[in-house]
């Protein structure tokens, strides 16, 4: 028993993991240019950007993790545009997202889950000016797409 109360003791500090997987160089990009986050349950970076002129908002992430591409650390922002299963998205539709990410000279569309992103991958070297760049091209595109799949609805 005394045991099993020692394992469980050990535990208790992972209870807290996304929080304490923090980045605290994204943290401190993110404070320099003002953008103000939250972080979520698996540990990204939650950014809503505020287009007042249109009335809207938009949701955009800033993975809270790095990968390693053949020694480059890559960090991906990614803003969701449309719910494929309410917003609907044909197979003509899906190849104009593909001919559409041709012409980004950042950027391309992907389908994650039930969810349409813009998604900005970039060497996690990026300074606060270019992340916050990606933050900006990532929710206005993201923002435009889900104005033209939905409407006016602003639910992302």
Not at 39 to 57: A, H, M, P, Q, W
Not at 77 to 96: C, R, W
Request: aromatic letters at 6%.
């Amino acid at each position: 028993m005394r045991l099993l109360a020692l394992s469980l003791a050990c535990l208790l500090p992972l209870a807290s993991l996304p929080a304490a997987a923090a980045d605290a160089s994204v943290e401190a990009r993110l404070t320099a240019r003002g953008l103000k986050y939250t972080i979520d349950d698996d540990g990204d970076y939650k950014v809503i950007l505020n287009f007042s002129e249109e009335g809207r908002t938009q949701l955009i992430y800033v993975s809270g993790g790095t990968e390693d591409v053949s020694g480059l650390s890559i960090r991906e922002v990614f803003a969701p545009a449309a719910n494929i299963k309410t917003d609907g998205l044909t197979a003509e539709m899906a190849m104009d997202l593909l001919r559409e990410s041709r012409t980004k000279k950042i950027g391309a569309w992907e389908i994650a889950g039930d969810y349409l992103y813009y998604v900005i991958k970039l060497p996690d070297s990026a300074n606060a000016q270019e992340l916050n760049a990606a933050i900006r091209v990532a929710g206005s595109i993201a923002d435009d797409k889900e104005i033209e799949l939905s409407g006016d609805a602003d639910r992302l």
